[in-house]
């Protein structure tokens, strides 16, 4: 088969191309990639050897501009639509799988003026504008927070479940503010990380790469011997030592902690679009699998009594919400058509 993967503009949507692109091509499926010269999608595959094709094309968000940028979004979005239409032709896609994110919006529409099937994978518990519009005319919609036929497992990289375990006692706590880190989440960690070292608890901090002077400086001032990353790749390694997380609920790390069967104490981002931080942070406490409060003064108290509190069972309870091999599963669903 021949399937074109687009969409991006954040890591969150990009790394679901990823794990898509590669089991596609692990059972040898040409892939192509359309993205946006907007956003982070040049970052991730630019320089790709992934994939057959990649494009990206002259396009941004729609949502977040007003009277004549609005006009002017659209219009590239439009152009880009041809600009889709003609790859799709020229590539003789079988299928065009949308991840979400305005730079998925040219090609998914595309696909729909070409009578191309449209697969969509959609991220959040909250389903976004663009998905939402789209979805009545796509062959396939996968959720990992719906129940029924649409249900799929998170694609998660297989080094998460290989190195998960219950926890019972928490030796370590990883804090995770998401790429950019969280200045929220930061203050906090300063805060309870005395309470932390009296109870012989270590921390490993990704604090974000504006915010790591700062916060190696403050755990210095404190005599804390804290592991401090601005950023890194090796957040799964990390994973594997850590006991408890305190974290942002974005979808990637609210499936890779699951998978990892790591407890973790959500404070979902509160400007996120349709407060989907918060919804994806519900189905975990739903399934009695973690806490969650909204950011504001006062969680100290809270944060504490969760780490003194009996993880185990939330633990375990982890890894009944989410198998492996939710990318091979999906692609799989693709090739049955």
Not at 141 to 158: A, K, L, Q, T, W
Not at 174 to 197: M, T, V, Y
Not at 199 to 204: P, Q, S
Request: aromatic letters at 10%.
């Amino acid at each position: 088969m021949n399937l074109i993967f687009t969409g991006g503009g954040t890591g969150g949507h990009l790394v679901i191309a990823l794990s898509l692109a590669e089991k596609a091509r692990e059972q040898g499926h040409k892939v192509m990639f359309i993205g946006s010269t907007s956003g982070q999608d040049r970052q991730w595959f630019g320089n790709s050897t992934l994939f057959d094709e990649v494009h990206f094309l002259d396009t941004t968000g729609v949502v977040n501009k007003s009277g004549f940028g609005k006009l002017v979004a659209l219009w590239k979005v439009f152009k880009a639509l041809l600009q889709s239409r003609t790859l799709i032709r020229t590539f003789k896609a079988d299928a065009v799988v949308s991840v979400g994110g305005f730079s998925a919006a040219p090609a998914a529409m595309a696909a729909v003026a070409t009578g191309t099937p449209l697969y969509i994978h959609e991220q959040n518990a909250v389903t976004g504008k663009l998905n939402r519009l789209l979805r009545p005319y796509a062959k396939r919609f996968f959720s990992s927070y719906e129940e029924g036929e649409n249900h799929c497992d998170y694609p998660v990289n297989s080094r998460y479940f290989e190195n998960s375990r219950i926890r019972d006692s928490i030796k370590t706590v990883i804090f995770l503010g998401g790429s950019q880190g969280a200045k929220f989440i930061n203050d906090l960690a300063l805060e309870i990380a005395p309470w932390l070292r009296d109870k012989g608890i270590h921390i490993i901090h990704q604090c974000g790469l504006k915010e790591e002077e700062r916060v190696r400086a403050a755990y210095h001032d404190l005599g804390i011997p804290a592991e401090v990353y601005g950023f890194t790749t090796q957040i799964a390694e990390l994973c594997e030592r850590s006991d408890f997380a305190i974290s942002r609920s974005g979808a990637s790390t609210l499936w890779e902690l699951c998978a990892a069967k790591i407890p973790a104490f959500y404070i979902p981002f509160p400007y996120a679009a349709a407060d989907h931080q918060y919804h994806n942070a519900r189905y975990i406490i739903d399934h009695n699998a973690g806490w969650c409060e909204r950011q504001s003064d006062g969680l100290l108290l809270k944060l504490q009594e969760a780490i003194e509190s009996d993880i185990g069972a939330k633990s375990e309870a982890l890894g009944k919400l989410i198998a492996p091999n939710g990318a091979a599963h999906i692609i799989e669903k693709i090739e049955k058509r």
